[in-house]
């Protein structure tokens, strides 16, 4: 594959739409070949299972049951769209991927991580991110933001406990550990301008040595 795989990830309420659009304008300038997708969803059948996991009704959900669902969205979502682009040549720009469910499943809900890696195996066949991008910003400071948001309809998980997303935190600093070579961390309490200058220094440089 001639395509570079870069994933952001943060805490809900970190901006990461936010930043996609700006690093979208700077690949525009720069004439790169890309696409911009997004998880769970990116294509029909996923967008499908991203509806069931995200919906404020299922509350009954089973932890290990919303750990599945993320895996079956994430697999056909690669063999459908991500693997075909990088196939293509083209730099693929996912806001999430499966940092995500070690942070959330494996750690937040109490699965484990290794475990909640072990299901995740079978479904990216060893496919991972070539960079990271974790937008550093606290729970409260994520969470207040999606209140004061005039744009955002709160999900299923938006509408969790302080608890848990402080868990969410906790879970990717591990992830962070495990994975420092891969993941670049961006200060993402700054100014909107301020995140996204630092985070197309980070995409800029890692083309330049890739």
Not at 1 to 26: H, Q
Not at 121 to 129: E, G, N, Q, T, V
Not at 152 to 168: A, G, M, Q, T, W
Request: hydrophobic share 40%; net charge neutral; charged share 30%.
């Amino acid at each position: 594959m001639n395509g570079k795989f870069i994933t952001f990830e943060g805490p809900d309420g970190s901006g990461k739409g936010t930043i996609i659009k700006y690093v979208r304008k700077y690949l525009i300038k720069n004439n790169v070949d890309f696409i911009l997708t997004r998880e769970p969803g990116g294509i029909n059948i996923s967008e499908d299972i991203r509806k069931v996991i995200l919906n404020k009704d299922n509350i009954e959900m089973d932890e290990r049951t919303e750990a599945l669902l993320y895996a079956a969205s994430r697999r056909q979502h690669l063999v459908e769209k991500v693997i075909p682009a990088l196939k293509a040549g083209k730099i693929v720009i996912c806001d999430r991927f499966v940092d995500s469910s070690l942070a959330y499943q494996g750690y937040a809900r109490g699965i484990g991580i290794d475990e909640v890696f072990e299901i995740n195996k079978f479904a990216i066949d060893d496919m991972m991110p070539d960079l990271t991008i974790f937008l550093d910003v606290k729970p409260e400071v994520g969470l207040k933001r999606i209140t004061n948001s005039k744009v955002r309809v709160k999900d299923r998980l938006d509408l969790e406990s302080i608890d848990f997303h402080n868990r969410v935190y906790e879970g990717y600093m591990k992830v962070i550990e495990m994975y420092n070579d891969r993941i670049q961390i961006v200060d993402a309490e700054k100014s909107i301008k301020n995140v996204a200058e630092n985070t197309i220094a980070i995409i800029d440089n890692f083309f330049k040595n890739n």
